[in-house]
């Protein structure tokens, strides 16, 4: 079935990357570099080995490095700092070269507003970095494990459990209901979307109702659960719309439309503060496409 998100043609993580386990030694290189969870873009653009060796980065410097992949043909790692590093010490070694003043360790949510493919690799390279330092020690026995050479996995040489990349599922759904109280210019009841404001965002807006799976439930079962946890109405008729790799810390979001059934709104108070019906033109336009919320808020603005 084809998805909604498909019919705008966006970026794709692998237009210009591919997944390979074998390093090819390639003479140019690139390096998606964290201190902090946030990464360096110089001139806005992800470091090449050549702006590696200008900026003096050696062992010392470095807690992980990791082989990613490919990178346009070529070999691409992602690193992470050691903990004492500095933006100082960067600055220092940057004076004199080219690189001065063109260099700055930025959040992903910067990056997506400068280089969007920047953005999309480096979101799978912090995951990587982020597996990496949780899975050090076997989770079954506790003996320290070992990279794996044929896949992106941890393997323990004890007992041979093997960790993989840890990927967390979950839901974010419009909620659409016919107002029959209210009538377009044409006499038709007018569509509007249920919205949320929760109580880990006091500072945003209204979003969109959202949640992990649980274990052994489908899509349509989460978001049902979901739904009726959190406002209290029953939906059904849900549509899959469109997925997205979100690294916040690690999940993959889910996007579906469903339609109103029944029920009376009740928020739970303790996730959602308030909840309530909103049509298109009272809604705020999200003040960034890097999330699929906005996307979803998008095609029911320009669809229903």
């Not at 220092?92 to 360790?105: H, R, S, T």
């Not at 029959?180 to 109580?199: C, F, P, Q, R, Y």
């Not at 709104?265 to 009272?282: G, R, T």
Request: aromatic share 10%.
């Amino acid at each position: 079935m084809k998805n909604k998100i498909e019919e705008k043609e966006s970026l794709s993580i692998y237009d210009n990357y591919k997944l390979d386990s074998e390093i090819k030694n390639s003479s140019q290189k690139y390096y998606f570099i964290f201190n902090e969870k946030k990464l360096l873009l110089i001139n806005n653009e992800v470091p090449i080995l050549k702006d590696l060796n200008e900026l003096k980065i050696d062992e010392k410097d470095v807690k992980n490095c990791i082989y990613i992949g490919e990178f346009y043909l070529k070999d691409c790692y992602v690193i992470e700092l050691n903990d004492n590093w500095n933006m100082e010490k960067f600055n220092d070694k940057a004076q004199g070269n080219d690189l001065e003043n063109n260099l700055d360790f930025l959040d992903l949510y910067e990056v997506f507003n400068i280089n969007e493919e920047a953005y999309l690799l480096g979101g799978r390279a912090i995951q990587i970095i982020d597996w990496e330092n949780n899975h050090q020690y076997c989770g079954r026995c506790g003996t320290k494990t070992i990279t794996s050479d044929v896949e992106m996995a941890k393997v323990c040489p004890k007992c041979g459990f093997t960790s993989f990349t840890r990927i967390c599922p979950a839901i974010i759904t419009t909620i659409i209901k016919k107002d029959e109280k209210e009538l377009d210019m044409e006499g038709k009841a007018i569509n509007k979307v249920l919205m949320a404001k929760h109580s880990y965002h006091k500072t945003h807006g209204y979003s969109l109702i959202a949640g992990f799976l649980e274990a052994g439930e489908s899509i349509e079962e989460a978001v049902k659960r979901e739904v009726k946890e959190e406002v209290g109405i029953e939906v059904d008729d849900i549509e899959y719309f469109g997925s997205q790799s979100w690294p916040f810390p690690n999940s993959l979001m889910v996007g579906c439309i469903c339609k109103y059934k029944s029920g009376e709104i009740k928020v739970d108070d303790d996730e959602i503060l308030k909840a309530k019906w909103f049509k298109k033109e009272e809604i705020e336009t999200p003040p960034s496409e890097i999330s699929i919320f906005s996307k979803l808020i998008k095609n029911f603005k320009e669809n229903y």
